[in-house]
């Protein structure tokens, strides 16, 4: 054990958005041991030790899927938090998380840059689910390798397990599951067995005896197919957690949360008229007087035909008493402080392009998330209201601070895209404490079951998601076509997928390349679908945003189209298939 350092001291910091007095930090072992007292609004302190008996902590080492384990997890009714990667084992273990699930990333174990952890999480008697980039980190921790292979794998592929292990009890001997890596466990480490296979490479590894295991698999997604029945083994199987977090016992929370903070304060809150604004709208009614609350519906000027009127009229059956204020102009006009460019580390700022000029979807998403708070800024002061009186209220769910890489949500992701409730602007009226998002630690699923809970009619609570940026975000412009020097060759790919059966007929150097990235069952069944149907795949000129590997890509979009019905079982065979084949195509 280290020195233990008695002197007495104090100091302020951040933690998940929320202030703690630090005192007495004991250093053992290089880990600061600290007591926390959480400060409440009036600066008085709190307990902000949380009870997690029977919860889930989802150790966050970066990965975009994080929010889905979150989800499948709580989808199932078990509590779960994410935490930074590097959370000590005593705190895991004093707050009484029940298993730890250590999710994926972007890094490679070996990188210098790779992410700091606790290795005794591993030997505090916790259940483990390592994947993907947490299966790596445990193998390496009890003295197994990692290397990189010279084969990305990247789709949905079908491998073959051991259905005697726990984790994948009642399964069949072969599952099909996404894979996306470049890492790959050489070695196994010592106590530890193979569990799953993808061909050669290691897709899944147990120690049953210490309830550790891993998966380079992603059983999280929905293309793992029996990826809920994997996750269902390890929480009520091998952890033995229980499932009592339920929709109901959550809206109490938000309600006494909700009240707490604003106490006879009002709040703006900005409605769009989907799914997420309108439950956190009614929420702010029923936890708040009526006269607190503040609708307001701004027309960005991008909205889809009668968006507005659509969503005044539903608003108004509803009781909701609502401002619309056409900023159309203004949005068309918008503008935002950007860093100089990419690879400018320094704190300088430029002024961007107007809304109408820029084509960027990033710069877009920034420029409009401002402009929607100058606007409601401007609000408050035509109703004679004094700013630092008024709360911002959104209906900022958990997925879109994760994409956006809030601390919030995660320390270590990457930005996939920042979301308009998430820019600069919106961060620093966070961190002043002048926003409301009682729907934060919330999935769009748990969101619509809390909209039904709290009375709101179905066409509401099932409406399709359209996001706040509207058409701006939906319609993809570019100053020039995106074409690289790959895409010819890529878009020759294509035709040799979806015309397998004639291609094989007169080979070709690049059917080699498609032949070795698919198994032979996927290859009859390629057969057997480019014979039955008439089909065709090309190359759009054009970028979207994607994810491979925990990290964004930016790339190509591909086109399917067939000459007759569409066979959405043969489509969807070959969504899944072109990106394993094509990295440059998004998924």
């Known amino acids: 054990m280290g020195t233990v350092r008695s002197k007495k001291t104090t100091c302020m910091t951040w933690l998940n958005g929320c202030q703690f007095l630090l005192f007495n930090p004991v250093w053992i072992d290089r880990c600061v041991l600290c007591v926390f007292l959480q400060l409440d609004i009036s600066g008085e302190p709190k307990d902000a030790l949380c009870d997690y008996e029977g919860a889930v902590v989802i150790l966050d080492a970066g990965a975009q899927y994080g929010k889905v384990i979150d989800r499948r997890v709580r989808e199932l009714f078990v509590q779960s938090e994410i935490l930074p990667l590097e959370t000590p084992a005593f705190a895991i273990r004093e707050q009484g998380f029940r298993a730890i699930i250590i999710s994926g990333g ?76 470049g ?12 569990v799953a296979q993808s061909g050669n490479i290691i897709a899944g590894i147990a120690n049953e005896q210490k309830k550790l295991y891993g998966t380079q698999f992603h059983p999280e997604v929905d293309l793992t197919e029996r990826g809920m029945d994997m996750l269902r083994n390890f929480l009520f199987e091998i952890a033995g957690c229980t499932s009592n977090f339920t929709v109901q016992n959550r809206q109490l929370a938000c309600i006494r949360d909700i009240r707490e903070k604003v106490d ?11 799914v997420d604004s309108t439950v956190c709208t009614a929420l702010l009614n029923k936890a708040l007087n009526q006269e607190q609350v503040i609708a307001v519906h701004i027309d960005n000027g991008f909205m889809r035909k009668r968006e507005s009127q659509s969503v005044e009229e539903a ?75 008024v709360y911002l209220a959104q209906g900022t769910l958990r997925p879109d601070l994760i994409e956006s890489a809030s601390h919030l949500a995660s320390g270590k992701a990457e930005v996939i895209k920042t979301h308009h409730n998430d820019t600069e602007l919106v961060r620093k009226l966070r961190d002043e404490g002048k926003v409301i998002e009682p729907l934060k630690d919330f999935h769009k699923d748990e969101v619509r079951a809390l909209g039904r809970e709290l009375g709101l009619p179905e066409e509401i609570v099932s409406r399709h998601p359209f ?9 993809i412009c570019a100053d020039e076509p995106y074409v690289c020097k790959d895409f010819a060759e890529t878009n020759n790919i294509l035709k040799i997928i979806t015309d397998f059966s004639a291609s094989v007929k007169k080979p070709h150097t690049l059917l080699q390349r498609v032949k070795s990235c698919i198994s032979d069952e996927e290859e009859e069944k390629l057969m057997q679908i480019t014979s039955l149907h008439s089909l065709n795949a090309f190359l759009l000129p054009i970028k979207t945003v994607g994810v491979q590997g925990d990290s964004r890509s930016y790339s190509y979009v591909c086109g399917l189209t067939s000459k007759e019905a569409p066979h959405w079982e043969s489509l969807m065979f070959l969504a899944r298939l072109i990106p394993r084949i094509c990295h440059s195509i998004n998924r």
């Open 315 to 389: 608003l108004t059956k509803l009781g909701i008493k609502l401002k619309v204020v056409n900023a159309a102009h203004t949005f068309y006009n918008g503008t935002t402080t950007l860093p100089i460019s990419e690879e400018d580390r320094t704190p300088r700022k430029r002024i961007s392009k107007t809304l109408n000029m820029t084509t960027n979807p990033e710069e877009k998403r920034k420029i409009i998330g401002d402009t929607f708070v100058k606007v409601a800024n401007e609000v408050i002061g035509e109703m004679n209201l004094k700013p630092e009186e």
């Open 467 to 475: 996001p706040g940026p509207g058409l701006a975000i939906r319609v």
């Open 106 to 181: 972007p890094n490679s174990v070996y990188a210098e840059d790779a992410p700091r952890f606790d290795p005794a999480i591993f030997t505090i008697g916790k259940p483990v689910l390592g994947i993907c980039y947490g299966m790596q980190m445990m193998n390496k921790v009890f003295g197994g390798t990692v290397h990189r292979k010279s084969v990305r794998e990247d789709g949905v592929f079908s491998i073959g397990i051991d259905n005697s292990c726990s984790l994948f009890r009642g399964l069949q001997k072969e599952e099909m599951v996404l894979l996306t890596h």
């Open 183 to 194: 890492d790959s466990v050489d070695k196994v480490a010592e106590g530890f067995k193979v």
């Open 264 to 274: 006879k304060s009002k709040v703006l809150v900005l409605l769009s008229g989907g």
